[in-house]
């Protein structure tokens, strides 16, 4: 249960030619200076069970590889603490300095109903947080995620699991966007859940397809994305370029990693060709 929500906490999201980049979700990265192959893999952090698999195409690579490569990592024995650490806003700020009472009451019969949880006693939470809360009402089913059933793949064949960044790395970017507009799209995202359920229905059918430009789009149009791209997708792609460099010298890494972030002009796969590397599909 505990994996699960730390899990849904990251929910938060290349044409037929190996040098397009409309379509594909799993790919080979080779050239450069690299002694042996690497890959990566975009992920879709909640899908319905009966809807969930992994290809073999990415359990044979994975197999192969010397570490599993997480946007963090998951399998990190400190995690829950950090997670703990880090889950209330570090000035003391509520969600009721940010909305009218109206609006707080609203949200608070909500999680009351969806989730059995008590707001009132979650006030200082982040609100990336309170969201995490409320993805799995997006579906309507029971979950599955990636992450998970990747770790258990890695950890079967004593594969190491790694991250590209921290829990503090990753929390403060989400600090550079004003608590006021984060709680406003958590109020938002309760008040057009149906909405919600929508979009996360295109979100998985552009998965299904492969369909990466599509997903970054929609990914991006989320309420906690919008306006916020440049901060939560093309700044840590950035950062990851060099630590995933640095980590391939080291051997066959398997980075999987949200499939938001492979798409477009500032994307993990359009990156990782401007430093030199060659990029190749492997279809599912």
């Keep these: 249960m505990l994996k699960r929500f730390i899990l849904c906490i990251y929910f938060s999201l290349v044409a037929v030619t ?7 979700v799993f790919w080979k990265i080779s050239g450069k200076d690299l002694e042996t192959s690497s890959y990566l893999f975009g992920t879709i952090h909640l899908m319905c069970e009966d809807d969930f698999q992994i290809s073999q195409q990415v359990s044979k690579r994975l197999g192969l590889a010397e570490a599993l490569v997480m946007e963090v990592d998951l399998d990190d024995p400190a995690l829950y603490g950090n997670m703990m650490e880090n889950m209330y806003n570090e000035d003391g700020q509520k969600i009721t300095d940010f909305l009218s009472e109206t609006e707080y009451e609203k949200i608070r019969n ?3 109903e969806r989730t059995g949880m008590d707001m009132d006693r979650m006030q200082r939470m982040r609100p990336m947080i309170l969201m995490s809360l409320i993805y799995p009402n997006l579906l309507e089913c029971e979950t599955m995620a990636f992450e998970s059933e990747l770790m258990k793949l890695a950890n079967a064949e004593n594969i190491s699991v790694l991250g590209l960044e921290s829990v503090e790395e990753q929390l403060a970017f989400f600090e550079q966007i004003p608590l006021k507009e984060q709680y406003r799209s958590f109020f938002n995202y309760t008040e057009n859940l149906e909405q919600g359920k929508e979009e996360f229905r295109k979100l998985l059918s552009s998965y299904r397809e492969e369909d990466i ?5 929609l990914v991006t149009e989320s309420p906690e994305y919008m306006d916020y791209k440049d901060v939560l997708v093309d700044q840590r792609n950035e950062n990851w370029i060099k630590t995933m460099g640095a980590m391939m010298q080291k051997g066959t890494m398997f980075f999987a990693v949200g499939a938001g972030h492979l798409a477009g002009e500032k994307g993990l796969i359009r990156l990782l060709k ?7 599909r492997v279809y599912l």
């Design 18 to 24: 190996v040098f397009s980049q409309d379509e594909g």
């Design 110 to 112: 909500f999680l009351k």
């Design 213 to 217: 430009a599509q997903l970054l789009e």
């Design 274 to 280: 401007k430093e030199g590397y060659f990029l190749e």
